[in-house]
């Protein structure tokens, strides 16, 4: 399988949110040096019978050591989010380059108008838009409505809530648009061909709950993926599927350029 990464978004978050745990750090340690030159700063000018100002002294002292930079906990948090995110899509994305031999495209980091999908299959079978997610939860699908329960070691519940994005779209809605604007996109530009949706879910402790209504294919690991990516009939020739690579090539670049101008990038 042919690899070709477009943009990694998790691990230049995980790049960034690393370098701004590193920066407060670095500030709270100066902080602690100013501290302790201040301390001996303090111990040089008194006298062994200076009781009371030593007391201030010691006031003092606690004051600044409590003004300490403190690194956000909800930086950590994220951080561990981005990447346990980031080490799914790398297992998924090895494990499709195991199962497909080089007449299949495997794209990371593909963007449109409608978002960004980690993983985009391009093969004599069709086009699959990819969404790959770290989390050992038992997800649950009506619909457009997706929720999760998580238990701990010992099975019980102790968290539930929405599978969604800071927009409030849930993960099979992440995709499917996403999925749903390439194929839009492939047709104005003379290849109609239909873009498949798959959110797959890389954790030992994953699970499917109830579902009903499901627009995207659910898969827990890659195994499901893969066998309905195999048992699909051909329907790109080897010229058609060339034509929707340089196009997914094409959209990408463009999106990813128009983007870097709204930011005031050059």
Do not use: C
Request: proline residues 2%; without cysteine; positive net charge.
């Amino acid at each position: 399988m042919r690899v070709e990464e477009l943009s990694n978004h998790p691990l230049a978050q995980v790049r960034a949110l690393r370098a701004e745990i590193a920066e407060v750090q670095a500030r709270r340690g100066e902080h602690f040096r100013a501290v302790e030159g201040f301390r001996r700063a303090n111990a040089a000018s008194r006298r062994w019978w200076q009781w009371g100002l030593w007391w201030r002294h010691r006031a003092q002292e606690a004051a600044m050591r409590a003004l300490a930079p403190v690194v956000d906990p909800a930086l950590h948090h994220e951080l561990v989010r981005y990447e346990a995110g980031a080490a799914a899509e790398e297992r998924a994305a090895w494990e499709l380059v195991a199962r497909f031999d080089d007449r299949w495209a495997l794209f990371s980091g593909y963007t449109n108008r409608r978002g960004e999908v980690d993983l985009v299959v391009v093969g004599p079978g069709g086009v699959w838009a990819v969404e790959v997610k770290g989390r050992g939860v038992r997800v649950h699908v009506d619909g457009d409505g997706w929720t999760y329960e998580k238990f701990d070691r010992y099975g019980n519940l102790v968290e539930e809530d929405d599978l969604s994005d800071r927009s409030g779209r849930s993960w099979g809605r992440q995709v499917r648009d996403v999925a749903d604007a390439l194929e839009g996109f492939l047709g104005r530009r003379g290849v109609p061909v239909s873009v498949y949706a798959a959110v797959v879910v890389m954790h030992e402790r994953a699970e499917i709950g109830s579902v009903s209504d499901l627009s995207v294919l659910l898969s827990i690991g890659t195994g499901y993926l893969v066998e309905q990516i195999r048992h699909g009939p051909a329907v790109l020739s080897a010229s058609r599927q060339a034509d929707v690579e340089r196009l997914i090539r094409q959209d990408h670049d463009f999106h990813r350029k128009r983007r870097g101008r709204r930011r005031g990038v050059s």
